[in-house]
């Protein structure tokens, strides 16, 4: 290991631990929910050895901030918080909170940004601490517990010469991730949206049993693991997944120019991909405030498009040749800054374009809509003048092409769909939430004529019609028809705002 990467791997460590720690922190100035006296007796419940917290515990508040990654926790409040260690603590939970009629919402990274796992009453099943990981080198897959992050897995597929198309962030759980879709990290020739790379999983259905989903065995809860995300009715204990060589190289070129100049970056990137065969390079423009431009600069000044092709290849030769279109197109000789050919490896990927210091990556008050499109380029342009209105200088709009998604009998993800385009709000107080969620809802008039549909990992959840346009309509009526037959008395919580 060299020294610029055991570095580069501390700070991400060091971030990630700060990240934790704004949890607790942010919980210090929560109001206690506890009346001054004695402390009532902790709940038990049989065959669950992990952590219980209920709503009259003094650290509930603590617990429940906790849940989600971001700072704008909902304002929602589940009874009873549940800390499952193994999946005998889960099976237990699921049997209690059938009994007792306590909704169940699961848990696994906290990244949902808009924090579905909090609900009102009921249960929170969290398995963030089921983190353990298995690699199976001679198979090429990985055996996961739901709470791993992205960053875990990266390390210990690599210490084996494989990988996995991981989120761009290396703090996510890779729970709700795969089973959302999984816009990952090398997807093109990486077995496309990471859900699909899910070959076998553990599930604890309604009825308290530990079920297994593969191709042969329960097939229908195969089907339904594989995409539907944060409205899945069960808990998943663990997933089978599988993984692909270690791309021995791995360069990025980026081009940036001014937010006026979206036109010309969008017009020689179709030029390109209808010139040469780049469908092995990962491509994506960010509309982002400069970072090094004040917040306060007027957009003309601020505001650019941060465009990077990013190649995955057995050998530098190859990479390099894959980037080649687009250092000799107009992104190169028309751009204001360009860094070409630049080596990473994953963790440097995530230090240098998705760390937590990056707008996409920093904790802070967060809201998220988006579109699956086979416009990206004129998506983008739809959504540019908004863009330059930007109520903060961390929002921004993130295009990621070339997806190539196949549709598959064996998955409810739905879309095939070209290009992901989300719209992110980043801001830091309270006082601001209103004009950021304005901002995010003016935004989906301008992106909805080019929809194919949505990314279900990444909806608004105020605006729950949205849940539905993630599938096709005869996926969406499976996932609703399985709902009723793996758990007809409603033990788990549908998408928010679906009863
Ligand atoms: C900084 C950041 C970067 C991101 N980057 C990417 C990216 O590059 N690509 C991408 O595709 N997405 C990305 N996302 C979105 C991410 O995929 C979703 O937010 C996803 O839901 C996060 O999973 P989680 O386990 O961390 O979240 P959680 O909030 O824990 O889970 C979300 C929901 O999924 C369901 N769920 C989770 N675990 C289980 C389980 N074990 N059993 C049953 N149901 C479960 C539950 O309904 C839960 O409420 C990013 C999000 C953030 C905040």
């Known amino acids: 290991m060299n020294n610029e990467h055991s570095s580069s791997r501390r700070r991400t460590l060091k971030q990630l631990a700060g990240m934790t720690a704004l949890g607790a922190l942010n919980a210090l100035h929560a109001p206690n929910t506890l009346a001054a006296g004695p402390k ?21 508040e603590l617990w429940r901030q906790a849940m989600v990654w971001h700072q704008s926790k909902p304002k929602r409040y589940p009874d009873v918080i549940v800390q499952a260690r193994n999946d005998s603590d889960v099976i237990a939970a699921v049997k209690y909170a059938a009994k007792k009629r306590l909704k169940i919402a699961v848990r696994s990274g906290g990244h949902n940004s808009n924090g579905s796992s909090l609900r009102d009453g009921g249960m929170l099943i969290d398995v963030s ?14 055996s996961v517990q739901p709470g791993t992050r992205a960053l875990g897995l990266v390390q210990a597929a690599r210490d084996e010469g494989l990988s996995f198309p991981v989120p761009h962030c290396p703090s996510v759980g890779l729970g709700g991730f795969t089973m959302g879709g999984g816009i990952g990290w090398n997807y093109p020739q990486r077995g496309g949206v990471s859900t699909h790379s899910i070959v076998g999983a553990d599930v604890v259905t309604a009825d308290g049993r530990l079920r297994r989903a593969t191709p042969t065995e329960n097939p229908d809860l195969y089907w339904a693991i594989r995409g539907a995300g944060p409205g899945f009715f069960g808990v998943v204990t663990r997933l089978d997944l599988q993984l692909y060589p270690l791309p021995k190289a791995i360069l990025a070129s980026s081009y940036i120019f001014p937010l006026a100049e979206l036109e010309t970056v969008n017009t020689t990137l179709d030029a390109i991909r209808t010139q040469h065969d780049v469908t092995r390079v990962e491509l994506i423009t960010v509309l982002m405030h400069h970072p090094e431009v004040p ?9 650019i498009c941060f465009f990077t092709a990013f190649a995955f290849e057995d050998s530098e030769e190859l990479a390099k040749r894959a980037l080649q279109p687009f250092a000799q197109s107009a992104l190169a000789s028309k751009c204001l800054v360009k860094m070409e050919n630049q080596p990473f490896d994953f963790e440097g990927l995530y230090e240098r374009y998705f760390s937590l210091n990056d707008p996409a990556g920093r904790c802070a008050r967060y809201a998220v809509d988006n579109v699956l499109t086979n416009q990206g380029g004129k998506t983008l342009q739809a959504l540019a003048a908004h863009f330059r209105n930007a109520p903060t200088k961390d929002c921004h709009v993130l295009a990621s092409f070339n997806m190539q998604i196949a549709a598959k009998a064996d998955s409810c993800f739905s879309s095939t769909a070209d290009c992901f385009v989300g719209f992110y709000a980043i801001w830091d107080d309270e006082k601001d939430d209103a004009r950021n969620y304005e901002w995010i809802k003016a935004a989906l008039p301008l992106m909805d004529p080019f929809a194919e549909g949505h990314y279900v990992n990444e909806v608004e959840g105020r605006h729950p019609d949205r849940f539905r346009q993630c599938f096709s309509e005869v996926n969406w009526n499976r996932l609703q028809a399985l709902r009723r037959q793996y758990d007809p008395a409603g033990v788990f919580h549908h998408y928010l705002g679906q009863t």
């Open 295 to 303: 917040a306060d600069a007027p957009p003309e000044q601020s505001k």
């Open 129 to 142: 601490a089921m983190s353990a990981i298995r690699i199976d080198a001679a198979k090429q897959s990985a």
């Open 40 to 60: 009532p007796p902790r709940l038990s419940i049989p065959g669950v050895g992990g952590k219980i917290i209920r709503r009259q515990d003094p650290d509930y």
